[in-house]
C-alpha cells in the first residue's frame, strides 16, 4: 500500500447461486517464507492446494498454515513455508464479501492520490514559472539582426584569404636555402595537420595571446585576471597591521582549554599549595597503596548476592523466625496475661476479688513495726480499720507522734516510731 507502493486492487468475484470460481495466486517466497492474505473471500478451506508450479504442476507443499482472522472470518491467511523461491496457490470461492474495510481502502488511496496530484501541480507550477522565466531571460539575451548582421560583416571572404598554394609559395620564397627556417616552417605545418583554412587559425590563436608590451613580459608566477581584479579591490594600507606591545585582558575570549584565573582564586589556590602536605614515607606508602589496588583487582566479581536470609548457611546460630516465635514475645499483653486487653494483668484482676479478711494465716496487722538501727521490722496496719484494694494504697505517713485518726483517708498508712 501507499506510501511503500502504488494501491493496487483485485478485482472482486460477484456471488452467483450455483456458482464457484477457481483462482490461482503466485507469491514469491523470501527466506524461504511466505505469510499473507488470499486475494478472494470465502475461501473453501479444503479447495487450498500449494505446488511450486502454475496450474498444480510441480511439486506439492504440503508445509503450509491457513487461518481465519477473528474480525474478518470470510478472509484468509496462507503461511507457507518451502525452499522454492516462487509458489501457487489454487483454491475455490463463492465469490467475494464487500466490508466497509474495502471501501475504507478504497477512499483511503483515493484521499492519498488527492494529496500527491496536490503535491505535483504546486510542483510542476514552481517548474513552468521557472521555465517562464529562462524563456524570458532567453528572448532578452536573443542577438538581433543587427548584431548578427554586423559579426557576420567581419568574416574573411574568399578573395581576403590565401589558397594553400599561394601560401606555399611565399613559404618557398621566404625559406630560399634556410634549412633551420624550413624546418620550424615544416613542424608549424605538420602541426596544423595540413589546415586548408590554417591561416584562419593560426589567426586566431594569436588572437589569444597577449600583446608585448615594452617593458613588461610574462612568466608562470603572473597574476590571473582574476587575481588582479581580488588585488584590486583591497583598500590602501589594508594589510597593514602593527601589533600592540600591551593591551587589556579583556580582548582575549577565553575557551575550554585556554582560562584566565581571577585574584581571589589565585590566592585559594597558592593557600591550597602551601597547605600541602608530603608524605616522608611516600615511596612506602605508595607501595600499600598499589599492593591493595592489586589485591583488590585479583577479587572475584561477587555476581550472586543472596536476596533472602533462607539462602545463607546458619554457621552463625542466627534466630529464625520459628525460634523468635517459640520465645512468647509479643503476649506479655496481648494473648495470654491480658486477654480482656484492659490494660491489667488477668491474675492481678483476680488478686482484687479475694476476701481478705477470710484468707487464713494471713499477718498479724495489729504488730507495731519495732525500730532496730536504721530499718524497720514488723507489718504496718492500715488505720482506720476500712476495706481497700491493692490499688487505692497510695502514701506511708512518716511520723514521731500519732496519725491524726480524723484527717487519715481510707487506705492511708502511718507508722509510729520511737
Same mark, same amino acid.
Given at each position: 500500500? /501507499? ?16 456458482? =464457484? /470460481? ?10 524461504? @517464507? ?11 478451506? =479444503? ?58 481502502? @478504497? ?12 503535491? /505535483? ?11 517562464? @522565466? ?11 539582426? =543587427? ?29 630560399? =636555402?634556410?634549412?633551420?627556417?624550413? &624546418? ?12 586548408? &583554412? ?218 509510729? /516510731?520511737?
Amino acid at each position: 500500500m /501507499y506510501p511503500e507502493s502504488i494501491d493496487k486492487f483485485t478485482e472482486k468475484l460477484n456471488k452467483i447461486d450455483g456458482n =464457484t /470460481y477457481v483462482i490461482e495466486e503466485e507469491v514469491e517466497l523470501k527466506d524461504g @517464507v511466505y505469510e499473507g492474505e488470499l486475494q478472494h473471500d470465502n475461501i473453501s478451506n =479444503t479447495s487450498v492446494r500449494v505446488y511450486t508450479g502454475s496450474k498444480l504442476t510441480g511439486n506439492k507443499i504440503e508445509n503450509f498454515i491457513l487461518s481465519t482472522p477473528s474480525k474478518t472470518p470470510w478472509k484468509r491467511e496462507i503461511k507457507i513455508f518451502d525452499d522454492k523461491p516462487k509458489a501457487y496457490i489454487t483454491y475455490e470461492t463463492q465469490g467475494d464479501t464487500v466490508e466497509a474495510e474495502d471501501i475504507n481502502k @478504497v477512499q483511503e488511496s483515493i484521499v492519498n492520490t488527492q494529496i500527491e496530484v496536490e503535491k /505535483y501541480k504546486a510542483s510542476n507550477n514552481l517548474e513552468i514559472g521557472n521555465l517562464k @522565466v529562462r524563456a524570458g531571460n532567453l528572448e532578452n539575451k536573443k542577438s538581433d539582426k =543587427t548584431y548578427v548582421d554586423t559579426e557576420l560583416n567581419k568574416r574573411y571572404l574568399k578573395e581576403q584569404v590565401f589558397t594553400k598554394e599561394e601560401v606555399l609559395e611565399k613559404i618557398k620564397n621566404i625559406i630560399g =636555402t634556410a634549412p633551420e627556417a624550413l &624546418d620550424t616552417l615544416s613542424e608549424i605545418a605538420n602541426a596544423l595537420n595540413n589546415d586548408p &583554412d590554417f591561416a584562419g587559425t593560426i589567426t586566431k590563436e594569436l588572437a589569444n595571446k597577449v600583446d608585448k608590451i615594452e617593458g613588461k613580459g610574462l612568466s608562470t608566477e603572473d597574476y590571473t585576471t582574476t587575481e588582479k581584479a581580488k588585488l584590486a579591490g583591497i583598500e590602501e594600507n589594508a594589510n597593514k597591521y602593527i601589533h600592540p606591545a600591551s593591551h587589556s585582558a579583556d580582548m582575549i575570549i577565553e575557551n575550554k582549554n585556554r582560562r584566565f584565573i581571577n585574584d581571589t582564586e589565585k590566592t585559594n589556590f597558592n593557600e591550597a599549595y602551601n597547605k600541602r602536605h608530603e608524605h616522608s614515607n611516600k615511596s612506602i606508602l605508595d607501595k600499600i597503596t598499589q599492593e591493595l589496588i592489586d589485591n583488590w583487582n585479583d577479587k572475584a566479581d561477587i555476581n550472586s548476592i543472596p536476596t533472602k536470609i533462607s539462602q545463607l548457611e546458619n554457621d552463625k546460630k542466627y534466630i529464625t523466625q520459628d525460634d523468635l516465635s517459640n520465645t512468647g514475645q509479643g503476649d506479655m499483653h496481648t494473648k495470654k496475661y491480658d486477654k480482656n486487653q484492659n490494660g491489667k494483668v488477668d491474675i492481678a484482676e483476680m488478686a482484687e476479688s479475694v476476701d481478705w479478711m477470710n484468707i487464713q494465716n494471713k499477718p498479724d496487722l495489729n504488730k507495731k513495726i519495732s525500730k532496730a538501727g536504721d530499718n524497720f521490722t514488723g507489718i504496718a496496719k492500715a488505720y482506720p480499720n476500712t476495706s481497700y484494694t491493692v490499688s487505692q494504697i497510695r502514701n506511708i505517713i512518716l511520723s514521731p507522734n500519732d496519725a491524726n485518726a480524723n484527717a487519715m483517708n481510707d487506705g492511708e498508712i502511718w507508722i509510729k /516510731y520511737k
